[in-house]
């Protein structure tokens, strides 16, 4: 049996597979000017007291330690602090300021880290390295309980798995202690609503309490691909909540946020912070399991791979995209016959053909994904994908309240669904519902800001300042949203028919070229296909532009 109170042995950690094997210089512990930066438990102390550091500002210290010999280049520390992703300047620099500050360091007298100009920063200090593993550095696990790790892992059909821990109380202590508890408690809740994710129950990870849990440890005890880790820090009347996604096979930080509160709102924000939270994973955890996917062989994607992989494609919005995507939706199907998730994929495959006219059989690639939709439903009638499919089938066909009605079900399903939120706002735009609609999109915008439909978001509220009359906002939000990473053809005309409402010609010129680019035979036609809008003002006014645009 697995036993989750015992230690991991060291010979478990040299087992080759997923989140066994730590490197060397994961087991280090760097000393300095009356610091240890120790690797393995992730954490700075300083005379021995631990000294509260925000994830990503630990993993740079760490980073520069490691390489203390040479220079470390700006693009390393993005690859490594923030896995590659875009992040300005600023965001190293802010991380890079937070380092010093942690070490009793600062940008004058540069004694721990030193800005190479225009280059990157080095790791100065004298440091004593101690390579001996901490006795608590992971739990320990027999040959029986890889087993049935193993086990377990398999009877998850691939789904990402997460154990969510108790967070950890920093500062003083009071009454805000039961939020340490309270929060995490409240996150598995929400998160356990999530069909695709399999969550570990709070009686398992809550087992594993306090600042020396390690992620890794507790992914390989427990057998999930992520952990989420907290901490609860109280100075004076002020209160900060650390958290942290951390991916069990390599240790790195997924995602990171801090949340701060006055002692006497903490309360009344948990909610806040609690759907903020869980947004997040629905976000970053397919968004890294697409980074997992990308680095394996086809023919060695599992039936959830192939979908993570296939909804990246998806959301491109280009043709050759749209076909890949199909193709891994088809592929996870051949994996999994009952996946209605990738069933639902391929339905939304079939409607992008249909929207941007990648076909010339609009109609029948409708009736596909409707066929798919259904199924999806069939299958899984608990999943909002297969509803949501169903809405934007209804919508293509002009049956705007049978849409918003599918979209209803979607988002009553799961609450925080970003994406049927800010559909069913589209779509009350098409109907005339402006202010219902406008509600719709800001809440889907606020839910998922870096969404990868985020410039249709912005794009669909140019439409409703539209229908309010504030000519000026249309066409602000307009630019806005097609100059948004992702913005197609729909959207850049969308910002040149508000552009050009708003009296902004060569604004409007711009665009319009830029629509042509992508589609030379866009017409009137081609674009009230794809947005069936009912007649009235609003409708009027976006072909009146059309046509004096000369579409």
Request: aromatic share 8%; hydrophobic share 45%.
């Amino acid at each position: 049996m697995l036993d989750l109170g015992v230690k991991m042995s060291d010979d478990f950690m040299e087992i080759s597979g997923k989140g066994a094997r730590m490197t060397e210089n994961a087991r280090c512990t760097y000393r300095f000017d009356g610091f240890e930066l120790d690797a393995a438990r992730f954490e700075l102390r300083h005379a021995g007291k631990r000294v509260p550091v925000e994830p990503q500002v630990l993993s740079l210290l760490i980073l520069l330690a490691e390489n203390r010999e040479r220079m470390v280049s700006k693009d390393e520390i993005i690859d490594a602090v923030w896995d590659g992703r875009i992040v300005s300047e600023s965001a190293v620099a802010a991380r890079v300021k937070a380092a010093r500050r942690a070490v009793g360091d600062d940008g004058k007298a540069q004694k721990v880290i030193r800005t190479i100009h225009g280059r990157g920063f080095r790791f100065v200090a004298e440091v004593q390295v101690d390579a001996s593993a901490p006795a608590h550095v992971a739990p320990a696990i027999d040959m029986d309980a890889i087993e049935l790790a193993t086990r377990r892992l398999s009877g998850r059909d691939g789904r990402p798995s997460v154990a969510v821990l108790p967070f950890a109380l920093l500062g003083e202590r009071g009454s805000h202690d039961i939020i340490a508890d309270a929060l995490p408690a409240d996150i598995i809740m929400d998160l356990s609503r999530i069909n695709w994710l399999f969550v570990i129950a709070r009686g398992s990870s809550f087992r594993f309490r306090g600042e020396d849990s390690d992620p890794v440890a507790v992914g390989t005890a427990l057998a999930v691909n992520y952990c989420l880790t907290g901490t609860v820090e109280r100075n004076g009347r002020e209160v900060a909540i650390n958290v942290a996604l951390v991916d069990t096979g390599d240790g790195h930080t997924v995602w990171a946020e801090r949340y701060a509160a006055s002692l006497d709102a903490l309360q009344e924000l948990r909610p806040e912070i609690e759907g903020k939270v869980v947004e997040a994973l629905v976000l970053h955890i397919p968004q890294n399991e697409v980074r997992l996917a990308r680095g394996r062989p086809a023919s060695e994607l599992d039936a959830w791979a192939s979908f993570h992989l296939g909804l990246d494609h998806m959301y491109r919005f280009t043709g050759p995209d749209n076909l890949l995507a199909a193709q891994l939706f088809e592929q996870s199907l051949s994996r999994d016959p009952h996946f209605a998730r990738a069933m639902a994929g391929l339905s939304f495959t079939h409607f992008q053909n249909a929207f941007m006219g990648y076909r010339d059989d609009g109609a029948a690639q409708v009736e596909l994904a409707r066929t798919m939709a259904n199924r999806a439903v069939e299958t899984d009638r608990m999943d909002p994908m297969g509803h949501f499919s169903l809405g934007r089938c209804s919508w293509l066909e002009g049956r705007l309240d049978d849409s918003m009605d599918w979209f209803d079900r979607a988002t009553s399903l799961s609450p925080s669904f970003a994406q049927g939120i800010y559909n069913r706002g589209l779509v009350g735009i098409m109907a005339g519902k402006a202010e219902a609609a406008d509600k719709d999109l800001a809440l889907a915008l606020e839910l998922s800001p870096l969404d990868p439909m985020a410039y249709a978001m912005i794009s669909s509220r140019a439409l409703t300042h539209l229908q309010f009359g504030d000519i000026e906002a249309a066409a602000d939000y307009g630019e806005r949203a097609a100059l948004t990473p992702g913005a197609h053809k729909h959207i850049k005309l969308i910002a040149a028919c508000t552009a050009h409402l708003a009296g902004r010609g060569e604004q409007a010129a711009q665009w319009l070229a830029r629509t042509r680019a992508d589609d030379p035979e866009l017409s009137v036609g081609t674009f009230f296909r794809a947005f069936p809008f009912a007649q009235g003002e609003t409708r009027e006014a976006i072909e009146r532009s059309m046509r004096e645009l000369g579409l």
